[in-house]
């Protein structure tokens, strides 16, 4: 009763109080400069209003007593302020600050390239790598034209900063990805196995990565993986070397992709004859699923399943006796399976939990002996990262990886199991939007050493305008021998090597504008314990020099400059860019008997690609020209070790896609030529034991050209 | 007595409550009125200010914050400084997952989700038509799905197959008959309140004069 009425007269007051308090003042950032737009309002009322050109504001309210000023703009940190309002004028000044999420802070990116559709400040987009002439669709033939890598043409895989391509390691969804190329064949370079359309995001680190990532002394290819496919689609993809499909559902809250593709090369070298002398021509078959499911706002699942096989035999030179040749047949079977569930729990965790699995097998004879070489991988990873304050987070987790190598040499088994089992705790801090940093250490454990390492990382970035940055990075990176070590010490007898180490020191500047891009960067790469020994099944084999017991003796050193530009406003519909990497680097490793500048390194590598997209015919084209100072090759005739150099390499890649539609179907018609010129490319030679005759490594074909057509079905245009 | 009191304080609240109601209504339509005059860059991002107000203030009420987020949308379009498009279009995709958990299953709401798509496309259409192609088009299917009477889908989706090149088989002549359904939904379409969107008449009636039809 006595509630009803305090309340009855308590909204009568309140109703017969009408006078009002006038609310002025002005809103500026940081730096004391006006900010015009910005929302001004009491909390909880309609009263309110926008900041003007000068910033000013101005505004009445009716509201009475304790009340909450709130300022709000795009790209700032909201302000609140408590007034109390009670008929007498306020004044306020306004002060913002500026929200780094939106509009960007450092980033923290000593040693790597990043192409991505998420972040802004970017080097490269992820089309960027289907489109790159002379790439061939291939991720790695992209990552070829970044500074940092050499043009290696007689093997795959990265060859980064003076590293061998066991150096370099490929993570897809954070999972280290066990054989992530097809099953090579001596001196002739295989592709990558995945299709770069499976993924949404590229990093490229050429040094200096994150304690996340181990088992790499030079470079980590880290990999992710497209989320929802975006729609239900089907298409279909026509090659002289193979023809192949695939379809895509989409439901609301989950998608299913399936791919398959089936080659034979054997039409394609009828008409474009190989040097090689193929028996059977490479064929094959490929197919993958993809399932993804969302789970309420934020989790995600993705399985990821794939199966590749092939066949194939040629007839090589024998070196030592020109009258006969040598037989080699290779029947490869890979498969492929990856799990992982990532969710952010309570806005400020996340979780990633991952399990992978590969198994891998090459059967091949050469001549009338048999080899079996297979390996598989299990592995399991768990991740969390907490946000502390603002952008900072911390980030923890562990990975187990057993990986068991198997080897048969006629009736000669071996088997080495390794396990090896890793943590890592790492902070991102922000200081503040324009310095931040990293810190992390990883420790591993490794079974078959049975020593465990300890490894600190650190990377800095200091911005000095809105789009230049310096950037800092050391850390010690450790991996453990090549799998031949491995597999050869184990059948001696026993298994006795230390981690390789490599300690990295990074310094770089970066300017990355929307349109422009300029990065140098400095590198110091100092390699300890590297593993040596002469490997029997190794190839090249070097068999005129002496034999090298098995130790963690090795050693060497790489350091150079990477210098890397892009523009893509000067010249309409023109985009292009430009790598330059100077490296010195000199180890000595495996059965080198002295520190030597390795087969695999060149001072001098330059390229260039440029795409050029002429809107009236709706074709884009593109050329890549590659330039690398010639490599040593092994002379046994030479005293001095490496002491020859093979000429220096020239390649110019073209590129023509036309898009437009066929019977209302999308369609892309791609026709592409390799080494255009003609350009006699020697990446070194080969020798017979006595050292009497040689043989040039050079590409399987001078010139090649290739015709393509690929088609989504039923739909007109590209979406 | 006790009777007496309880009837005058419902009288009062109901009073009150009716009072907040109208309060509404002619703050959304002094604001709506101002739509058709805004001209430059900063009115648009004003009137976004003003419907942002209204809708933290109201808490449950969708409709400010779709026209907060729709104004955002036209923003993105007019800034000329090319990082900030995304800024805006970011806040534009937060006011209207707001709309949409107030009001589920709006066609209107899906309307402006596949606007926004399309703007984010027409930043960086080389490199973002895959992605967001695909996103203006299921939103827009299902914006016409939920309201197959809704003329604002059809016209958002004759635009985007105008502006696509004629291999891809867009252009003038593919877009027309969306232009043409889209007015067809105009002259019939009767908005269920005044505060409803009415936007998009006019850009259809100047899209079918330029294409001649």
Request: hydrophobic content about 35%; charged content about 20%.
């Amino acid at each position: 009763m006595k509630i009803f009425f305090t309340l009855f007269l308590f909204i009568s007051i309140n109703s017969i109080l009408l006078s009002q308090t006038k609310i002025s003042g002005k809103v500026t950032d940081q730096d004391n400069s006006p900010l015009p737009g910005a929302n001004i309002y009491i909390k909880d009322t309609y009263d309110g209003t926008s900041s003007s050109a000068d910033g000013k504001f101005f505004f009445s309210t009716q509201e009475k007593g304790n009340a909450l000023l709130i300022v709000s703009f795009i790209g700032y940190k909201q302000k609140e302020e408590k007034l109390n309002l009670k008929g007498t004028e306020i004044h306020l000044e306004i002060k913002l600050e500026s929200d780094s999420k939106e509009l960007g802070t450092v980033v923290i990116s000593a040693g790597s390239f990043e192409a991505s559709d998420e972040n802004k400040a970017v080097i490269l987009r992820p089309l960027d790598i289907v489109t790159t002439a002379g790439a061939q669709a291939d991720i790695y033939g992209a990552l070829k034209t970044l500074p940092g890598t050499q043009q290696i043409g007689e093997a795959d895989g990265l060859f980064v900063r003076g590293g061998s391509a066991y150096e370099t390691k490929t993570i897809i969804d954070e999972m280290v990805v066990q054989n992530p190329f097809y099953s090579s064949v001596p001196d002739i370079p295989s592709r990558g196995r995945f299709s770069a359309f499976l993924f949404k995001g590229t990093v490229f680190s050429t040094g200096g990565y994150s304690a996340q990532y181990g088992q790499a002394l030079s470079s980590a290819l880290i990999l992710k993986t497209q989320d929802l496919a975006d729609q239900t689609l089907t298409s279909i993809s026509l090659l002289p070397l193979g023809f192949g499909g695939s379809h895509s559902q989409r439901w609301e809250n989950s998608s299913l992709s399936s791919e398959i593709f089936f080659s034979n090369l054997a039409p394609y070298f009828k008409i474009q004859k190989e040097r090689t002398d193929w028996k059977i021509a490479p064929r094959g078959f490929d197919g993958s699923l993809n399932f993804r499911q969302k789970f309420s706002k934020s989790g995600m699942l993705k399985l990821f399943s794939s199966v590749s096989l092939g066949d194939l035999s040629l007839n090589m030179k024998n070196l030592d006796d020109p009258s006969v040749k040598d037989f080699f047949r290779q029947k490869s079977g890979n498969y492929y399976f990856n799990a992982n569930y990532r969710d952010i729990i309570d806005d400020d965790w996340t979780i990633f939990v991952g399990a992978s699995y590969s198994y891998d097998k090459d059967k091949t004879d050469f001549n009338t002996l048999k080899l079996t070489d297979g390996d598989n991988l299990s592995q399991a990873k768990i991740t969390v990262t907490k946000n502390i304050i603002n952008n900072s987070f911390l980030t923890f987790g562990g990975e187990v990886q057993n990986t068991v190598y198997n080897n048969k040499y006629e009736v000669f088994e071996n088997k080495v199991n390794e396990i090896i089992s890793a943590g890592y705790l790492e902070a991102d801090i922000f200081f503040t939007n324009d310095f931040a940093g990293r810190a992390g250490v990883r420790t591993e454990y490794s079974k078959v050493l049975n020593k465990a390492n300890l490894a600190p990382r650190i990377s800095l970035a200091y911005r000095v305008g809105r789009e230049d940055q310096f950037n800092f990075a050391y850390g010690i990176f450790y991996q453990i021998p090549d799998k031949d070590f491995l597999l050869q010490s184990n059948f001696s007898g026993k298994i006795d090597f230390d981690f390789e180490r490599a300690d990295h020191y990074i310094l770089n500047f970066q300017h990355i504008s929307d349109e422009r891009t300029f990065r140098v960067e400095v590198y110091y790469k100092d390699y300890d314990r590297l593993a040596k020994g002469t490997l029997y099944n190794s190839y090249p084999f070097f068999q005129q020099l002496s034999f090298v017991p098995f130790s963690s003796a090795g050693k060497g050193y790489a350091k150079g400059v990477d210098v890397f530009w892009r523009d893509r406003v000067t010249f309409p519909y023109t985009d292009y860019w430009v790598s330059y990497s100077y490296l010195d680097t000199k180890r000595e490793f495996s059965n080198y008997p002295t520190l030597a500048f390795p087969t695999f390194a060149t001072p001098h590598t330059f390229s260039v690609v440029a795409k050029y997209w002429i809107p009236e015919v709706t074709t884009s084209l593109g050329l890549t020209y590659t330039f690398a100072t010639g490599r040593p090759y092994f002379n046994p005739n030479n005293p001095e070790f490496l002491g020859d150099k093979a000429k220096d390499y020239n390649n110019l890649s073209f590129s023509l896609s036309y898009l437009t539609s066929i019977f209302n179907s999308f369609t892309v018609v791609f026709f592409s030529v390799d080494n255009l010129p003609g350009f006699r490319n020697i990446f070194g030679y080969r020798y017979s034991t006595d050292g009497s005759y040689r043989e040039p490594v050079v590409p399987t074909v001078l010139r090649s050209a290739i015709i393509g057509l690929f088609i989504n079905i039923g739909q007109s245009n590209p979406y | 007595m006790k009777l007496f009191f309880s009837i005058l304080i419902s009288f009062l609240l109901i009073g009150m409550l009716k009072a907040d109601d109208d309060k509404y209504i002619n703050a959304m339509k002094k604001n709506l009125e101002k739509l058709d005059s805004l001209s430059d860059l900063n009115s648009y991002l004003d009137a976004a200010n003003n419907f942002e107000r209204i809708a933290l203030a109201e808490k449950d009420k969708w409709l400010p914050y779709y026209y907060g987020s729709y104004l955002y949308i036209i923003a993105s379009y007019m800034d000329t400084v090319k990082e900030k498009k995304d800024v805006y279009l970011d806040k534009a995709d937060r006011l209207i997952e707001v709309a949409d958990s107030l009001q589920p299953k709006e066609s209107e709401i899906y309307t402006l989700k596949g606007m926004s798509a399309q703007a984010r496309l027409s930043i960086d259409p080389m490199n973002r038509w895959q992605k967001y192609g695909a996103e203006v088009n299921n939103n827009l299917q299902t914006a016409m799905d939920l309201d197959t009477l809704n003329p604002r889908p059809e016209y958002l989706l004759g635009t985007g197959i105008y502006y696509t090149p004629e291999q891809f088989g867009g252009g003038s002549a593919a877009a027309k008959p969306y232009f043409e359904n889209s007015m067809k939904k105009y002259n019939e379409f009767k908005p269920a309140n005044d505060l409803m969107p009415v936007w998009g008449r006019r850009q259809v009636e100047e899209m079918l004069k330029r294409i001649g039809g």
